[in-house]
């Protein structure tokens, strides 16, 4: 009985959501105006405070710079202001980067009567300052990635990517018409197109983002599974089990962000599944330590790198496929905000998964393993003829990866250069909702089957 209500429950809640979506309306998502926060307590006060703020609710010490760019300067309830990061008083409220977790953080709009209440003079009791503006920083990513070329046959037309992380934010103006309702499978019954961590956001603006900063399959649509929610962390059968729904619901691509462990059991299971039903999975290479990924046709381990070619990680030896971007990227963040620098091997995933997706509308008859073949053989490091122990193949070249002829490749029907704005039409995103739907229902009934 039990088993049935739940089937029920999750069958009617999906269903909600497409009428919903039929009808014109769209599920509930973060206000413009919200922001994560902490309030400084007396214990914080420590000439390390910020660090030590940084380290609880960032996991890096370092981290505590970008906690001060966000507040230097924005007068207090008390009328002072952060100007040294060795200082902090009690009850002040720190604005928080989008990936912070942990006990202390907070969601939404700055408390009533603080943000934006100054009078002219500055100051006084009850007063916090508005958000001071993001500064300048150089987009070095987007500059040394470029798609112009790529851009000349294909934009992503008619690809779907999969990503599995923190969820996306579907109201990002950047990302707007560009993602499905996807599925939240640490619930089991809402949409993936939420997110409070901001991570997955980041990703699909690298993907598929559209403006200044255009992603790099632009046209591609995305597909969110959210498998970690408030805290950084998920659980590897969540995983896996977002990996068999996006292949369910059609996706030519799957992206795993730094929540997904690709060398557990159950998640490297469910990768190799997904190549065989010709999909590319795009994952972190495995860190020091940490345990090996297995090795499968069209699976791409990605190595994050910086400017001047560091490294996002201490990566195993031989464990990357490709580098891409990983350190100081400019991404999407949810609720409208502006792009921040972020660093982390999930956005080298990202620009890895929006160049396949290119790859895929160019060459619809190449297989998972082909694409990941034309990826690594075209990327800037393919020359010397055998992969690098710690960048693999070299740095991703999408231009190359779509316009560059493959010796030994088999002939293929290059797809013709279809126009569109990358918006998806509606029956599309009802058809990509349905699809899911059926496939979470029939995962979740099938695991409970098996439980009995």
């Known amino acids: 009985m039990t088993t049935r209500r739940t089937v029920r429950a999750i069958y009617l809640t999906f269903l909600t959501l497409l009428l919903g979506l039929l009808a014109g309306t769209a599920p509930a998502t973060a206000a413009d105006d919200q922001v994560k926060y902490y309030e400084v307590t007396a214990a914080d006060q420590s000439p390390d405070g910020l660090a030590r703020i940084a380290e609880r609710l960032l996991g890096e010490p370092a981290r505590a710079e970008e906690i001060y760019r966000l507040n230097a300067g924005r007068r207090q309830r008390d009328g002072l202001a952060l100007l040294d990061t060795r200082r902090l008083r009690a009850q002040w409220l720190l604005v928080l980067p989008w990936d912070a977790a942990g006990d202390g953080v907070r969601m939404g709009p700055l408390p009533a009567g603080s943000a934006g209440s100054c009078p002219p003079t500055g100051g006084g009791p009850g007063c916090v300052s508005p958000l001071p503006a993001p500064r300048p920083r150089s987009d070095w990513a987007g500059e040394r990635i470029t798609t112009a070329e790529a851009w000349a046959r294909t934009q992503g037309e008619g690809v779907m990517v999969a990503v599995v992380d ?3 934010d579907a109201a990002s103006p950047q990302l707007r ?6 599925a939240d499978v640490t619930s089991g019954t809402a949409p993936g197109n939420l997110d409070r961590l901001g991570s997955g956001t980041g990703m699909a603006g690298i993907i598929a983002g559209a403006g200044g900063t255009p992603g790099i399959a632009p046209a591609a649509t995305i597909l969110p599974l959210r498998v970690a929610g408030d805290v950084p962390q998920a659980d590897p059968a969540q995983v896996a089990i977002a ?4 292949v369910t619901a059609g ?3 799957i992206a795993l962000g ?6 557990n059991t159950l998640v490297a299971a469910a990768a190799r599944a997904a190549t065989a039903h010709d999909v590319v999975v795009v994952v972190p290479a495995a860190n020091a330590g940490a345990g090996a990924t297995t090795l499968t046709d069209g699976l791409l381990r990605v190595g994050g790198a910086g400017p001047e070619g560091q490294r996002v990680a201490e990566y195993q030896p031989e464990a990357v496929d490709v580098t891409a971007p990983g350190i100081d990227v400019m991404v999407l963040t ?3 905000a502006e792009p921040r620098s972020r660093s982390g091997s999930e956005y080298a995933v990202a620009f890895v998964a929006g160049t396949a997706a290119l790859v895929r509308a160019a060459y619809p008859d190449l297989d998972a393993a082909a ?3 034309r990826i690594k ?3 800037d490091g393919a020359s010397a003829g055998v992969p690098d122990r710690d960048r693999g193949w070299g740095t991703i070249d999408p231009d190359a990866a779509v316009g560059a002829v493959v010796p030994g490749e088999q002939p293929t029907r290059p797809a013709a250069k279809t126009g569109g704005t990358g918006r998806l039409a509606l029956s599309a995103t009802a058809g990509v909702v349905t699809a899911a739907l059926a496939g979470s229902v029939f995962l979740i009934r099938r695991r409970l089957r098996n439980r009995t």
């Not at 018409?177 to 996807?182: I, P, S």
């Not at 990996?243 to 996006?246: D, F, G, K, T, V």
């Open 166 to 168: 923190s969820g996306v």
């Open 177 to 182: 018409g560009r993602v499905a309702l996807g």
């Open 251 to 253: 996706a030519r691509v």
């Open 377 to 379: 053989v075209t990327a």
């Open 258 to 263: 730094a929540f997904a462990d690709p060398s």
């Open 243 to 246: 990996i068999e729904i996006a």
């Open 371 to 373: 694409v990941t073949h």
């Open 334 to 336: 949810p609720a409208g």
